[in-house]
């Protein structure tokens, strides 16, 4: 039987973590404007993944990273004193790349839907002397 606990104690990690970041309770710049997405907890709740999405390029996603490296022991102790567990999972921060790829996928999709039929089917495309619309071929003269 499949156990949700691993799932419920990373929605309360999450919840919390995303309380403290948004009150301004670490005090370190380098954290900027971050978005939890979801924590992923290993079944024997050692570990939780948290993962992050942010705004910038990458020389703030790599300050963000380190930021929230040297934050990462003082967040512990805060989630441990929130939540009731024996042993407080390790904390690892990781950059939500699935974001990112679902928006450069959403972009090829517009791209897509912005490109006339013929572009994608050169079949559909009308032949020399043919009517665009019906088909049929252009009878001169008339």
């Known amino acids: 039987m499949a156990s949700f606990r691993p799932e419920r104690v990373g929605d309360q990690i999450r919840e919390q973590l995303s309380e403290m970041l948004v009150r301004g309770e670490v005090h370190d710049p380098g954290i900027g404007f971050i978005t939890l997405t979801r924590v992923k907890v290993t079944g024997d709740l050692q570990i939780a993944r948290v ?3 942010q705004i910038g390029d ?3 996603r790599k300050a963000t990273a380190r930021a929230l490296e040297r934050a990462t022991p003082y967040l512990r102790r805060r989630v441990g004193g929130e939540l ?3 042993r407080v999972p ?3 921060f990781r950059f939500d790349e699935a974001v990112e790829n679902q928006a ?3 972009e090829v999709i517009r791209e897509i839907h912005e490109r006339p039929p013929e572009a994608l089917h050169p079949e559909l495309a009308p032949l020399p002397g043919e009517d665009p619309v019906s088909g049929d071929p252009e ?3 008339e």
């Open 51 to 53: 993962y992050y999405t």
């Open 58 to 60: 990458a020389a703030a």
């Open 139 to 141: 009878k001169d003269g």
């Open 84 to 86: 009731r567990l024996r």
């Open 90 to 92: 390790e904390l690892e």
């Open 104 to 106: 450069r996928l959403e």
